[in-house]
């Protein structure tokens, strides 16, 4: 099914964003240390109930959900964090993750909306206003 196919999609690169996220929040290093390190929780914490979500809105659409890291790998191109990366560079590439959730968002939701299918389509502009949230906090802070 279109839809649940793009809802992997999300879910792998989901979560695949919110490992790098909680990397990035174990390894940041430099003077504004503290202000990333409870900013990419946050973000990590946000990213994890919405894998729940996503997970389970493809369980009620009555398919298997992808759970393994194997699984995920195979179907994300979100890179892995880089741990020694500068604490810019983690901002930057946490922007770049963001956009490309964002474009599988937009996917599903366009996919969804051609299956008539109200409930995905509602979960999927959620996730949009939340990244977008999340994408405006992450370029205030690169601002600086
Ligand atoms: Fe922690």
């Given at each position: 099914?279109?839809?649940?196919?793009?809802?992997k999609q999300v879910l792998a690169d989901t979560y695949a964003l919110?490992l790098?996220?909680?990397?990035?929040?174990?390894?940041?290093?430099?003077?504004?240390?503290?202000?990333?390190?409870?900013?990419?929780?946050?973000?990590?914490?946000?990213?994890?109930?919405?894998?729940?979500?996503?997970?389970?809105?493809?369980?009620?659409?009555?398919?298997?959900?992808?759970?393994?890291?194997?699984k995920f790998s195979a179907l994300t191109t979100i890179k892995?964090?880089?741990?020694?990366?500068?604490?810019?560079?983690?901002?930057?590439?946490?922007?770049?993750g963001?956009?490309h959730v964002?474009?599988a968002?937009?996917?599903?939701?366009?996919?969804?909306?051609?299956?008539?299918?109200?409930?995905?389509?509602?979960?999927?502009?959620?996730?949009?206003?939340?990244?977008?949230?999340?994408?405006?906090?992450?370029?205030?802070?690169?601002?600086?």
């Amino acid at each position: 099914m279109a839809t649940t196919s793009a809802l992997k999609q999300v879910l792998a690169d989901t979560y695949a964003l919110s490992l790098k996220t909680q990397n990035y929040h174990w390894n940041v290093t430099g003077m504004h240390f503290k202000t990333l390190h409870v900013m990419f929780e946050e973000q990590y914490d946000e990213l994890a109930e919405a894998v729940d979500e996503i997970a389970e809105r493809i369980r009620a659409l009555g398919v298997k959900t992808p759970a393994s890291f194997s699984k995920f790998s195979a179907l994300t191109t979100i890179k892995d964090g880089n741990e020694e990366a500068s604490a810019r560079t983690m901002l930057e590439d946490l922007v770049v993750g963001h956009e490309h959730v964002i474009a599988a968002l937009l996917h599903a939701k366009t996919t969804a909306a051609q299956n008539n299918d109200d409930v995905t389509e509602d979960i999927m502009i959620a996730r949009l206003n939340a990244h977008q949230k999340t994408l405006w906090m992450l370029r205030a802070t690169l601002a600086n």
